[in-house]
């Protein structure tokens, strides 16, 4: 390559190529972070939903239980459910 011109030209074109694989290898892990910080939060709350159900799914068979107060059973699972409610 006998042209100055030419060399400098793509040297140009490889430096501006690689500025922009630079810059969209850096967009794309930061909405790859975002996507994994929401990520987290869905299983985090969906975690939290299976407990609360567990939690009833097991106060209900107390309804019938030798010993144990209606009142008291019907008025803890209407607070879990009551509680789960915003998150589903």
Avoid: C, I
């Amino acid at each position: 390559m006998k042209s100055r011109a030419l060399r400098v030209v793509l040297v140009l074109v490889a430096v501006v190529a690689l500025a922009g694989a630079g810059y969209f290898a850096y967009a794309t892990a930061r909405a790859n972070s975002a996507t994994r910080r929401d990520q987290v939060a869905f299983e985090s709350d969906a975690w939290r939903v299976h407990s609360k159900l567990a939690e009833v799914r097991a106060a209900l068979p107390a309804y019938v239980s030798a010993g144990q107060g209606p009142a008291f059973w019907s008025q803890r699972n209407e607070d879990m459910l009551q509680g789960l409610a915003p998150k589903v």
